[in-house]
């Protein structure tokens, strides 16, 4: 089955900066890869979905890039602000339309 | 829209109690998701029903029970709970397609 593996430490920058956060899958390349925001004591929040045909894909300040020879995304925030701290989670469509879910990256960004 | 709702919010069981979480959407969704989440294992599917009268095992369906009561409606029920059932429960749903997911607040469940 697919795996999905984020890195687990914690990404601190600094506010206006862009952040990058990475996504590896292992095994076969999905149909797509969505991202989510999740911040503390709350539900995940759908944030964008890229196609495997598709390269980037932005919206406002965020930008999602698929790379199926490195099987890897890699999200980004420009400009990020302390409002972006959140953990950030990755989620790749599995067999039967599921979604297989990587651990997710906590940001922090200060000020 | 109140979206995806969850209760009880938070619960405290001893080993071998039973209890039911409860997730409700409003959305008209036909897909309907339970998934735990651990420190450092990320979101891993239990149960999901992809339609009114559907249940499919996931990922860890072990000591769990589903029911999709009606289109709204998808219980969680834990028959006898174990310390290793402590988890945060977050229910989705979604309405096909791309396969966005709503999530609702979780339930955090500690089991003694």
């Known amino acids: 089955s697919q795996k999905i593996e984020q890195n687990s430490e914690a990404l601190n920058i600094q506010e206006g900066k862009t952040a990058t956060l990475t996504c590896n899958y292992t095994?076969?390349?999905?149909?797509?890869l969505q991202w989510y925001r999740q911040d503390p004591g709350r539900g995940p929040v759908f944030l964008l979905l890229?196609?495997?045909?598709?390269k980037e894909k932005r919206k406002e300040r965020l930008k999602v890039t698929f790379d199926t020879t490195l099987k890897q995304s890699l999200f980004h925030i420009t400009a990020s602000q302390p409002a972006d701290s959140a953990t950030y989670l990755c989620?790749?469509?599995?067999?039967?339309?599921?979604?297989?879910f990587g651990g997710g990256t906590r940001l922090m960004v200060k000020p | 829209n109140a979206g995806v709702t969850q209760t009880p919010k938070f619960q405290v069981l001893k080993t071998g109690q039973s209890m039911t979480l409860q997730c409700a959407q409003d959305?008209?969704?036909?897909?309907m998701y339970w998934y735990r989440q651990d420190p450092g294992m990320g979101l891993r599917l239990i149960y999901y029903?992809?339609?009114?009268?559907?249940?499919d095992k996931g990922e860890v369906p072990n000591g769990y029970n589903v029911s999709r009561l009606n289109k709204r409606e998808f219980s969680l029920r834990l028959e006898s709970a174990a310390p290793s059932q402590t988890s945060v429960y977050f229910c989705?749903?979604?309405?096909?397609?791309?396969?966005?997911?709503?999530f609702g607040p979780g339930t955090r469940l500690t089991v003694l």
């Open positions: 095994n076969y390349s999905p149909a797509y």
């Open positions: 989705a749903s979604t309405s096909g397609g791309n396969n966005e997911q709503f």
């Open positions: 890229i196609r495997e045909n598709e």
């Open positions: 989620a790749s469509r599995d067999a039967g339309n599921m979604l297989t």
């Open positions: 959305m008209n969704h036909n897909s």
């Open positions: 029903s992809a339609s009114e009268g559907t249940t």
